[in-house]
C-alpha cells in the first residue's frame, strides 16, 4: 500500500530534515514515478531498522551505509535462493 | 516475561553504561532484520529490547526495583521487520544480486538458472488483485457501471454485462498491480457477488415474479403493469386467473449465451381485499353454486 510523505513521517517518526538526508544517502529510495514522492511498508521497516542500527547499536553514519549494502545483498541472495528452490531443478539439471 | 536483568544478562546493581553495553551486544546478535533465516531471532530480540525498554529508563528502572511495576507487557511488540519484506517475492528498490554477480557471468548449469532467475525477476509481470463487488440483482440481469474503490484510495470502473451471474469473475487487464522492467502489470479479478432481491428469482436464464392481483382481475381478467428488470412492461391477465397461474413474458429474461434472452415467469397470487368488505361478504353468501366448489378435492384427506 502506498502511502504519501506525511503519512511516511509520521508513521516512521522521522523528521523531514532528516528524511531528505536519507533519500540523499539513498538509504530509502522513494517511488518518484508520479509529481509526489511515495512510500511502501518496506521504506517504513527500513527506516526503523536504520533507527535501530543508529541509536541501539550506535552504529555512525558510514556504518548505517556499509550495513545496509551488506544486508541488500545478503536478502537478493535469500531471494535468488528462494527462487532457485522453488524452480526445484537445481539437481536435476 | 522472566526477569529483565536475567534476560540481558547483568546484576541487579549494573550501572547503566553497563546495561547499554549488555543490550547492545545481544541486540547485535539478535536482532531480526541481520538474521534473516533465524526465526527464533525475533522472539528473543523482543525480549532483550522490551527488558531494556524498561532498565534503559532510569525512572521505570526505579519503579521496577521497588516493586511499583512488574515486567509484564514490557515486550516490544512491532509488526513488520524489514526481513518480512526485504525477501518477500513482491519487488522493491533494495534489490541488490551484485552479491553473486560474478557467478552470474561464468558458463555452468548454475549460471545459467541465476541468469534466467534474474531476468525474470528483472521483467516480472505484476500480480493479480482481486476483489468482490456486490451488485443489485436488477443490475446482474440488465447490466450496469458500477466503480470500485481500492483499498489505495484508487477507483477501478467496472462494466458489469447484462446476464451476469453470482460467482462470475470479471477479468480487468493490466488494472492489477504494476510489474517490473518489461512485464506488465497484472489483471484486476472481480468476483460478482448479487444481492438477493426481495421479488425477483432467477433460475438459468428465467426469471421468477410472484405478483399479486385482486380478486376482480383475476376473475374478469385485465392488462396490469408488471415490473421487469429492464422496466415495466403491461401484461395481460386472461380471465379467470387463480393463485399459481403462471403468465409468460417472452424475452424478459437474462440474456443468454446463444445471443437471445430467457422469458420471465409471473406467478399470480390473488388477494382479497386488506379489509373486509360488507359488500363481498354479502355476495358471497348469496352466491349458492360457490358452495359447491371443492377446491380441496385433490388433497389427500
Known amino acids: ?40 511498508d518496506i521504506d517504513i ?40 528452490r522453488q524452480a526445484g531443478r537445481i539437481i536435476s539439471e | 516475561m522472566r526477569d529483565p536483568y536475567e534476560i540481558l544478562g547483568v546484576a541487579r546493581t549494573a550501572s ?15 536482532h531480526p532484520d541481520l538474521n534473516p533465516g533465524n526465526a527464533e531471532a525475533e522472539e528473543k530480540f523482543k525480549e532483550i529490547a522490551g527488558a531494556y525498554d524498561l532498565l534503559g529508563d532510569v525512572e521505570k528502572r526505579k519503579r521496577f526495583d521497588s516493586g511499583e511495576i512488574d515486567a509484564a507487557g514490557a515486550e516490544r511488540s512491532r509488526q513488520g521487520y524489514y526481513r518480512d519484506y526485504a525477501s518477500a517475492e513482491q519487488e522493491h528498490p533494495y534489490a541488490d544480486n551484485s552479491g553473486f ?3 552470474m557471468e561464468s558458463d555452468d548449469a548454475f ?24 451488485i443489485e440483482f436488477i443490475e446482474s440481469i440488465a447490466g450496469a457501471n458500477k466503480r470500485l474503490t481500492l483499498p489505495d484510495g484508487n477507483t477501478l470502473d467496472v462494466t458489469i454485462p447484462p446476464g451476469i451471474v453470482a460467482g462470475q469473475v470479471l477479468r480487468l487487464r493490466g488494472k492489477g498491480a504494476p510489474g517490473s522492467g518489461q512485464g506488465g502489470s497484472g489483471d484486476a479479478l472481480i468476483e460478482i457477488e448479487i444481492r438477493p432481491d426481495r421479488s425477483f428469482t432467477r433460475q438459468g436464464d428465467d426469471i421468477y415474479l410472484e405478483l399479486p392481483v385482486s380478486l376482480p382481475e383475476a376473475v374478469l381478467g385485465g392488462r396490469i403493469k408488471v415490473q ?13 386467473s ?20 430467457g422469458d420471465q415467469f409471473v406467478k399470480l397470487k390473488v388477494m382479497l381485499p386488506k379489509v373486509p368488505n360488507p359488500e363481498l361478504e354479502a355476495f358471497v353468501s348469496g352466491w349458492e353454486s360457490g358452495r359447491a366448489y371443492n377446491p380441496r378435492e385433490e388433497v389427500a384427506s
Open chain 2, 242 to 261: 387463480n393463485t399459481g397461474t403462471i403468465l409468460r413474458l417472452k424475452g424478459k429474461g437474462a440474456p443468454n449465451q446463444a445471443g437471445g434472452n
Open chain 2, 16 to 30: 547503566a553504561e553497563d546495561l547499554q553495553k549488555a543490550y547492545r551486544k545481544l541486540a547485535k546478535k539478535l
Open chain 1, 1 to 40: 500500500m502506498k502511502i504519501n510523505k506525511q503519512e511516511f513521517l509520521s508513521r516512521s517518526g522521522l523528521g523531514h530534515e532528516t528524511l531528505i538526508a536519507w533519500i540523499e544517502e539513498e538509504w530509502l529510495i522513494p517511488d518518484s514515478s508520479s509529481a509526489e514522492m511515495s512510500f511502501s
Open chain 2, 101 to 103: 554477480a560474478d557467478f
Open chain 2, 111 to 134: 549460471a545459467e538458472l541465476l541468469r534466467r532467475s534474474a531476468r525474470a525477476q528483472a521483467n516480472r509481470r505484476g500480480h493479480d488483485l482481486e476483489f468482490r463487488l456486490p
Open chain 1, 45 to 84: 521497516a527500513r527506516a526503523r531498522l536504520i533507527r535501530d542500527l543508529q541509536s541501539d547499536f550506535g552504529v555512525n553514519d558510514a556504518g548505517v551505509g556499509v550495513i545496509l549494502k551488506l544486508l541488500d545483498q545478503l536478502y537478493g541472495m535469500r531471494r535468488t535462493m528462494m527462487e532457485l
Open chain 2, 228 to 240: 421487469t428488470p429492464t422496466g415495466a412492461v403491461t401484461m395481460a391477465v386472461p380471465k379467470g
